[in-house]
């Protein structure tokens, strides 16, 4: 009987968990008040330094990560696979370096509470007080 509760809940509350999105995130404090899929693309691809005519920081989560993966693929359209071709070949060719790496969604948080000019991105379920939301990715 309680496989099949467990069973019955699962079923029921996957779909939910799943359709949490990733959110690109800053500071309370951050001069940035909103961007589009289009403007986070082209900081994340481009590793920007610069941001309606403010200094950011791009913050990434570690390579291999879920949350990368997911943030990529709803952000650029990129697989992970792809990206880490991108990034090769812009360090290759010295036309740029990718974000700078967090070490989970925690360190991610703080990092971006401490500092105003940092972008970076959590999902959903990191989302904490001290932090407002610039884009919701499905």
Not at 15 to 43: F, K, T, W
Not at 74 to 89: C, F, I, N, P, V
Not at 96 to 125: L, T
């Amino acid at each position: 009987m309680l496989k099949k509760v467990c069973a019955v809940f699962l079923v029921l509350c996957c779909p939910a968990l799943s359709s949490a999105g990733m959110l690109v995130i800053v500071a309370e404090s951050s001069p940035l008040a909103q961007m589009d899929r289009h403007e986070v693309r082209q900081l994340y691809m481009d590793n920007a330094s610069r941001f309606e005519g403010h200094t950011v920081t791009v913050l990434d989560m570690p390579e291999g990560s879920q949350q990368r993966e997911r943030f990529y693929e709803g952000a650029t359209g990129k697989s992970a696979s792809q990206l880490k071709s991108y990034w090769a070949r812009m360090i290759f060719t010295g036309q740029g370096m990718p974000p700078r790496q967090v070490k989970n969604a925690r360190d991610m948080v703080q990092q971006v509470k401490q500092n105003p000019g940092a972008v970076g991105y959590v999902h959903e379920s990191d989302l904490q007080e001290g932090l407002r939301v610039l884009l919701r990715l499905p």
